[in-house]
C-alpha cells in the first residue's frame, strides 16, 4: 500500500475564491480533480475572469515536475481550449490519472463500507451521497454503474443490523405478493427509504436507553436522598438560613418571635385595657436580634389615636424572610371597632 506521501493534496487557500488551488506532487486520485475544478470555477467567476483567459490563470497549479512540464509543452494549444475541456484533457492524460484508474476505482466503490465505528456514527443518509459522488466519476468509463448495481453496493455496505431488518421487510412484502417498493425505486429513492428505517431504529434505541437509565438511577440507592421527609416548618426554617447566609447576615436568630414581654409593658398594657388586651400566654423565649425597642407610653397613645380615626381592621403587618431580624414590626392586628380584640404579637418599635 502506497504511503499517504505518495499521493497529492489539494491546497485550498485562506479565501478559496482569491486565488486558485494548487496541488502537491505525487499521484492524483479522482476524487481530487473535480473539487479542484469546483474551486477553480469559484475563482473564475469571483475575479470575473473572462473564459479565454481562465486556463492560462492555472499555470503554476500543479506541483508535479510531470504535470508541469506536459503543460509547458502544450501550452500554446491548452491555452486555446475551454477550462471545460481542459479539465477533460486532464483527465485523458496518463500522467495525471492512470488509464485504468477506473478499475481500480470502482473496485474501491464495491468494497466500501458504512463507517458506524466514526463519533459520531456515519449516517446512512451520508453514506448514500458518497457512493453516488464516487459513482458520478465513473460515468463516462466502461465502469458506469446502473441504479441496481448501486442498491446492491449500497446493501453491501450498511451493517448487519439494518441489513437484517431490511431483508426481514423484504420477505413481509413477498409473503403479501406486493413488489418491494425498495427496489422499485431509482436508488436515490432507495437510499431515502432506507435512511428512513435507520433513523426510526436509531430513535427507539434512544428511547430505550432513557428508559433503562431511568430504571437504573431508581434502583441505585446513592441516587436517592437518604435524608428522611421533614415538616414544612423545618423546611421553611433551612430556607431561612440559606437566605441569611446569602445576604451575608452575622445574626442569625433560631426562633421568629418578639422578645418577651418586660413588666413594664406588662403595666401599660393592663392600664390601658380601653385601647386594646394582652394575653398573659404571649410568653416567648428571647431572641439575639437587634433594634428591639421597649413598649412605651407613647406607643400607647398612638395605638389610641388610630382607635378613634379608623373603624375598619387594619391590615395584619408580617416579617418579610428578607428582613426577619432587623424588622422593627413584628406582627399587629389592630381593631377600630372593638376594644376587647386581642393583639396576638405585640407592636414594637424604635425610638
Known amino acids: 500500500m502506497k504511503q499517504k506521501s505518495d499521493w497529492a493534496e489539494l491546497i485550498i487557500p485562506a479565501n478559496e475564491h482569491s486565488t486558485p488551488p494548487c496541488v502537491t506532487a505525487g499521484k492524483i486520485t479522482p476524487e481530487l480533480l473535480p473539487e479542484f475544478k469546483r474551486l477553480a470555477k469559484s475563482h473564475f467567476l469571483h475575479k470575473n475572469i473572462a473564459p479565454e483567459e481562465q486556463v492560462t490563470r492555472l499555470w503554476g497549479c500543479f506541483a508535479d515536475p510531470r504535470i508541469d512540464s506536459w ?38 466503490l464495491r468494497t466500501h463500507r458504512l463507517d458506524v465505528e466514526s463519533n459520531p456514527p456515519q449516517t446512512v443518509f451520508n453514506f448514500a451521497n458518497e457512493i453516488i459522488s464516487h459513482a458520478n466519476l465513473l460515468l ?66 434512544c428511547r430505550i436507553f432513557d428508559i433503562a437509565q431511568q430504571i ?22 433551612a430556607s431561612g438560613k440559606r437566605s441569611n447566609k446569602a445576604t451575608g447576615s452575622t445574626s442569625t436568630p433560631s426562633i421568629n418571635h418578639p422578645p418577651k414581654l418586660t413588666d413594664n409593658e406588662c403595666t401599660l398594657l393592663n392600664k390601658n385595657s380601653d385601647c386594646c388586651t394582652w394575653s398573659d400566654t404571649h410568653k416567648f423565649p428571647p431572641l439575639t436580634g437587634e433594634n428591639y425597642c421597649e413598649l412605651t407610653q407613647a406607643d400607647v397613645d398612638s395605638a389610641c389615636r388610630c382607635k378613634g380615626k379608623s373603624k375598619s381592621t387594619v391590615a395584619a403587618v408580617g416579617i418579610d424572610s428578607s428582613d426577619e ?17 386581642e393583639i396576638s404579637m405585640m407592636v414594637r418599635t424604635s425610638h
Open 140 to 205: 463516462n468509463s466502461p465502469c458506469k454503474q446502473s441504479d441496481e448495481n448501486l442498491c446492491e453496493i449500497f446493501e453491501n455496505g450498511i451493517d448487519a443490523d439494518l441489513g437484517t431488518r431490511l431483508i426481514k421487510a423484504c420477505h413481509t412484502h413477498i409473503k403479501l405478493k406486493d413488489s418491494h417498493p425498495l427496489f422499485s425505486m431509482t436508488f436515490s429513492m432507495f437510499s431515502a427509504k432506507l435512511a428512513l428505517l435507520d433513523e426510526d431504529h436509531s430513535s427507539q434505541n
Open 71 to 108: 503543460l509547458e509543452a502544450n501550452k500554446v494549444m491548452l491555452c486555446k481550449l475551454t477550462f471545460k475541456v481542459f479539465m477533460a484533457k486532464l483527465w485523458d492524460n496518463p500522467i495525471v490519472l492512470d488509464r485504468d484508474w477506473y478499475k481500480s476505482f470502482h473496485k474501491k
Open 216 to 237: 437504573a438511577n431508581c434502583s441505585n440507592p446513592a441516587s436517592c436522598s437518604s435524608t428522611p421527609l421533614t415538616n414544612s416548618s423545618a423546611g421553611n426554617h
Open 325 to 341: 431580624e432587623n424588622s422593627n414590626i413584628v406582627s399587629a392586628v389592630l381593631e377600630g371597632s372593638d376594644s376587647k380584640d
